[in-house]
């Protein structure tokens, strides 16, 4: 069975600081891996996809992650916090077997503070 | 392009009632995919259709149904409202699905009261 683990319910950075949001995921076949931001009171929008392809995924609005598969982590990063990134980040797998589920891991609540 | 439409926005109901969501997937796509969003459990799959056939499906009981038109747009049903029923629905639309990125629409937030 898959599951997604993300380290920190809640973020707290800078702004202009690194934004660094962990998860980590279990697997027992190749995985597919993304992650989506949500606003308040909105779906989800997708940042970023890893389907093996390359293991440095960029994504929209600055962010990028890095597939680490002796780690089994897909870590979210951003060099430098702007007040619009506050919101809550989802890691999420499904598997290359054809799977349409996704399995999501708990959200990561990002603040950003001026 | 317009994105994925999900109707009504808001629907407070009380239990035992029984509630229908509407889901209007992205032009084209035929994969939709609908999950239950609530502060304790998150996110949780409830199942996906493609081509008017329900083709993966979560680990709800039946009260939880769902159908899809020829025209790809999508009905998910509650029977018997429970108050933990009470959550963010969120339908998805893709392609195929196949692992394709799913697009999200803004969600049902129901509330049994």
């Known amino acids: 069975a898959q599951s997604v683990t993300q380290l920190g319910s809640h973020v707290s950075v800078s702004e202009g600081a690194l934004v660094l949001l962990r998860c980590n995921y279990s697997?027992?076949?190749?995985?597919?891996l993304f992650w989506y931001v949500q606003y308040p009171n909105q779906g989800l929008q997708l940042l970023l996809k890893y389907t093996s392809a390359a293991t440095l995924v960029k994504g929209i609005n600055g962010f990028e992650a890095e597939f680490k598969k002796s780690e089994t982590s897909f870590h979210l990063t951003k060099p430098s916090a702007h007040m619009s990134d506050a919101a809550e980040y989802f890691c999420a797998v499904s598997s290359s077997g054809g799977s349409e589920k996704l399995v999501f891991g708990k959200g990561t609540k990002l603040t950003v503070n001026p | 392009k317009a994105g994925v439409t999900q109707t009504p926005r808001y629907l407070i109901k009380t239990r035992g009632q029984q509630v229908t969501l509407s889901c209007s997937p992205i032009s084209g796509h035929r994969s939709v995919s609908w999950y239950q969003q609530t502060p304790g459990q998150g996110l949780q799959f409830l199942f996906e259709?493609?081509?008017?056939?329900?083709?993966n499906k979560g680990n709800f009981p039946g009260r939880f149904s769902g159908r899809q038109f020829s025209n790809s747009r999508s009905e998910m049903n509650v029977s018997t409202l429970e108050l933990g029923d009470s959550a963010l629905y969120l339908c998805a639309s893709s392609l195929t699905g196949g692992n394709q990125p799913q697009h999200f629409g803004d969600g049902t937030r129901l509330s049994i009261l």
């Open positions: 697997s027992s076949v190749p995985p597919y």
């Open positions: 259709y493609f081509s008017e056939t329900q083709r």
